[in-house]
């Protein structure tokens, strides 16, 4: 079946560095906008990085001069690149990407999540 699988989470101290990586597997036709997402306890999920199929990136204001996101359609895979990670960076990150499944057919998919604390 089509799925999103995540990876990359974990624990890192102050001011270093992780990378996340999402890859969608199944039957797909083609894969559209990713995204990542973070989710920290008692509060809403928010967007944190996003790429469009033909490349174009946004971030969330705090993201901007850390993060990278980055896609390799070639693997289905995109990535998230985050340095001078803070304490506050602390969440369950999502990935989530919309996928062409069968002609004219698009549907929203999300990754399982992975837990990355920043902490000393």
């Known amino acids: 079946q089509v799925q999103l699988v995540e990876s990359g989470g974990g624990l890192v101290q102050p001011g270093g560095s992780l990378g996340l990586s999402c890859t969608a597997s199944g039957t797909i036709f083609s894969v559209n906008d990713m995204g990542w997402y973070r989710q920290a306890p008692g509060k809403e999920r928010e967007l944190v990085a996003g790429i469009t199929s033909r490349g174009t990136t946004t971030y969330a204001g705090s993201a901007k001069d850390r993060f990278t996101i980055s896609r390799d359609n070639a693997r289905n895979t995109f990535y998230l690149q985050m340095n001078g990670l803070r304490p506050e960076d602390t969440a369950v990150y999502y990935c989530?990407?919309?996928?062409?499944?069968?002609?004219?057919?698009?549907?929203?998919?999300w990754g399982q999540g992975t837990q990355v604390t920043v902490s000393s």
């Open positions: 989530q990407s919309t996928l062409c499944i069968a002609f004219n057919v698009r549907r929203a998919y």
